[in-house]
C-alpha cells in the first residue's frame, strides 16, 4: 500500500518508508516486537490497535517492500 491509499484510514507514511505492513502479534510480544522496530533503521512503527481476538494488529511504515516481506517473514 501506498499514501494515497492510506490517507483516508489517517496514516501518513514517511516520504522515505513507503510501504506499509501490517502484522498480527501478541500482546505478550509488544515491546520485544517495538524494540526489534526501533532497532532497524529501513522500519518505523506508526502505531496498533486495540487488542482483539488475543492479538495485536501493528502498522509499521517499511523503506521497500523487500523489508516489508522480511519482516513479514520473520515476524509471522
Known sequence: ?????LARDGFRLPSSHPVLAQLDIEPADWFKFERMIDENPATRLLGHDE????MLTTYVACASKETRQRLEDGWC
Open 51 to 54: 487488542p482483539l481476538d488475543g
Open 1 to 5: 500500500m501506498r499514501y494515497r491509499d
